[in-house]
């Protein structure tokens, strides 16, 4: 299988950064982590900005650095997003699409201007100056620059931190398509655990300039031993296809190997994939299946690990049918009522389910 292999070792500065870890060549990768983790440091190593003495980075085969050659950050077919969109103030928005454009021979660009422009919503912007952008435009425009290289890899490094949440939210939906579109592996540096339950599709956890964790971004959400299942707006997500929709009370059933849930009414074709999170602190926990709630969402669970995290407040993993995993975060002492312990069978009523895609 086609991956992204990195190992870095380096001293720089009084920072020590030893990393190693392989993730698929496809989808959004994100690099987890608190500030001062070693994320960026990574990312500018890949793109050859920074250099380690001691390194191996191999995309697909191809080797970009290891102890025999480093290949320039000019001769490695990527594209990188900076936190702040580094946009050309002197040209338009079409000029600046045209210069990552021309970075690439004809013979090597796969993918189309138009498509681009369109994907990413800036056909109306393209012969504004740049310093009449929103801040969520500049950063499309950058991404649709990046994009128009026709990279084998693409490099996003917190690119909405500079953005207010309605900013946030705009752009979300466009990051969601780029996989989709146009198949670019990606390596998406983030410390927000909620970009990285709408975005990634796997994950390397980063902590003191180590690789603590990597695998399914799902799975890596739930555990407990890691810091995203600590944050108080801890979350898992669920994978599932969309089975029908509901026009009388306006909601779109998402249908998963051990049944199905509800969320408000999207208009999406039947049978296309979704993804859903569940915020740990919606999710109750009951010894029997109730009928006689309000709450449509009742899923059939095993206790698999749990986590205090406070005087007050428990954290359990739960495993669902399908191997699926579900935090649910109840008082300690509805723990102890319940007996909850490894092993339990139990349902989780989920009061909110939100559609990510």
Same mark, same amino acid.
């Given at each position: 299988m086609s991956a992204i292999e990195v190992q870095l070792r380096s001293q720089l500065g009084a920072f020590q950064l030893d990393v190693d870890f392989s993730t698929p060549a496809r989808g959004i990768t994100a690099l987890f982590g608190r500030s001062g983790s070693g994320k960026t440091s990574v990312l500018r190593a890949i793109a050859g900005l920074q250099y380690v003495d001691q390194g191996i980075i191999r995309i697909n085969g191809d080797v970009w650095q290891d102890a025999q050659r480093f290949i320039p950050t000019h001769k490695r077919p990527l594209g990188y997003v900076f936190q702040e969109a580094s946009l050309f103030p002197h040209l338009s928005v079409r000029h600046n699409l045209e210069y990552g454009l021309r970075r690439t021979a004809p013979q090597e660009r796969r993918i189309r201007f138009d498509d681009v422009?369109?994907?990413?919503?800036?056909?109306?912007?393209?012969?504004?100056?740049?310093?009449?952008?929103?801040?969520?435009?500049?950063?499309?425009?950058?991404?649709a620059r990046a994009l128009l290289t026709s990279p084998k890899l693409l490099l996003m490094d917190e690119p909405m931190s500079a953005l207010d949440h309605g900013a946030k939210q705009a752009i979300l939906p466009y990051l969601e398509s780029l996989h989709d579109e146009f198949e670019i592996p990606s390596l998406y540096v983030s410390h927000d655990p909620n970009e990285v339950a709408r975005l990634a599709d796997y994950m390397v956890v980063l902590d003191q300039g180590k690789v603590i964790a990597q695998g399914q971004a799902a799975n890596l959400l739930t555990r407990l031993d890691l810091p995203l299942a600590g944050y108080d707006d801890a979350a898992s997500l669920l994978e599932g296809v969309?089975?029908?929709?509901?026009?009388?009370?306006?909601?779109?059933?998402?249908?998963?190997?051990?049944?199905? #849930?509800? +969320?408000?009414? *999207?208009? &999406?074709?039947v049978g296309q994939h979704a993804r859903v999170q569940v915020r740990a602190r919606d999710v109750s926990l009951a010894l029997t299946a109730?009928?006689?709630?309000?709450?449509?969402?009742?899923?059939?669970?095993?206790?698999?690990?749990?986590h205090d995290i406070?005087?007050?407040? #428990?954290? +359990?993993?739960? *495993?669902? &049918?399908?191997?699926?995993?579900?935090?649910?975060?109840?008082?300690?002492?509805?723990?102890?009522?319940?007996?909850?312990?490894?092993?339990?069978?139990?349902?989780?009523?989920?009061?909110?389910?939100?559609?990510?895609?």
């Open positions: 422009v369109e994907l990413l919503g800036i056909v109306p912007l393209l012969q504004r100056a740049t310093a009449r952008l929103s801040g969520g435009e500049r950063q499309r425009v950058a991404i969309v089975s029908s929709h509901d026009a009388t009370y306006h909601l779109t059933w998402i249908s998963m190997d051990w049944g199905r #849930v509800a +969320v408000m009414r *999207e208009d &999406l074709p109730h009928s006689d709630t309000s709450i449509l969402n009742l899923l059939p669970a095993k206790v698999i690990d749990t406070n005087p007050t407040q #428990v954290l +359990v993993r739960l *495993e669902l &049918l399908d191997g699926q995993t579900l935090l649910s975060r109840i008082t300690r002492r509805s723990a102890v009522a319940l007996g909850i312990q490894e092993g339990l069978h139990l349902f989780a009523q989920v009061k909110s389910v939100a559609l990510l895609s």
